[in-house]
């Protein structure tokens, strides 16, 4: 069974430019999630996706969105880049919504923002 | 709010010798999961171990096991006969509810196995 993946490998944009992220979960998983780990923050909840809806999104700006899609693959982007939007972008899938369910992580997306 | 603390930044510990990760819990609600990831160099998110907050037997995976105390709120994860491979880093994690918030993670424990 094929894991969460994630494109592309690594990213790098300059100030104010965007960037897309995409994640494809596992085949029959629902929920996308996805998270930011910068240096010295430790990973932190961005978003949830399910069933094609925003579900939750963490404390970050409006700049940080995304959207799912009907085969719940997942896309997030990223407007206005900042330098601090420097860090590695997990995505993981689960095949349920409850907190008690475990969520498969990709390999990330290193963003870097110059 | 949930919080997940994780006191040892890093650890060295011989190859073949067992570990303990500790990991402490905070939250007030009733039914929860508890979760630890291995993020080796490479980046990815490794799931190793699940322990749900109304079971009562300790999970086990191979090597891995998670101690879990519900009254003290910790769950530590024990690695039995660690190898070279096992040197990465260690996320203890939360969920709960309805996953709305995602998972809460601690700090993160380096482990290095050394030979």
């Known amino acids: 069974e094929a894991g969460v993946t994630q494109s592309p490998t690594h990213l790098i944009k300059t100030r104010g430019q965007q960037a897309t992220l995409r994640c494809s979960p596992i085949?029959?998983?629902?929920?996308v999630y996805w998270y930011q780990q910068a240096l010295g923050l430790g990973l932190q909840f961005l978003l949830w996706?399910?069933?094609?809806?925003?579900?939750n999104r963490g404390n970050f700006p409006p700049r940080f969105s995304g959207r799912q899609f009907p085969n719940y693959s997942s896309e997030l982007n990223v407007n206005a880049l900042e330098l601090e939007d420097s860090a590695l972008y997990l995505c993981?899938?689960?095949?349920?919504?409850?907190?008690?369910?475990?969520?498969?992580f990709g390999p990330g997306t290193r963003l870097t923002v110059l | 709010a949930q919080k997940i603390t994780q006191t040892q930044p890093g650890m060295f510990v011989q190859e073949k010798e067992a570990v303990t990760l500790d990991c402490t819990y905070d939250?007030?609600?009733?039914?929860?999961?508890l979760f630890w990831y291995k993020q080796p160099s490479s980046g990815e998110m490794i799931f190793l171990i699940y322990?749900?907050?109304?079971?009562?037997q300790n999970a086990t995976e191979g090597r891995y096991s998670l101690n879990f105390q519900k009254a003290r709120k910790s769950a530590n994860l024990v690695i039995s006969a660690s190898q070279l491979g096992d040197s990465a880093m260690y996320f203890c994690?939360?969920?709960?509810?309805?996953?709305?918030?995602?998972?809460?993670f601690g700090k993160g424990t380096h482990l290095i196995i050394q030979p």
């Open positions: 993981a899938s689960s095949d349920g919504q409850g907190g008690q369910d475990t969520q498969y």
């Open positions: 085949s029959g998983h629902t929920s």
């Open positions: 996706y399910d069933e094609g809806e925003e579900r």
């Open positions: 939250t007030s609600d009733q039914s929860y999961g």
């Open positions: 322990q749900g907050s109304y079971d009562e």
């Open positions: 994690a939360m969920g709960s509810g309805g996953g709305a918030d995602g998972l809460t």
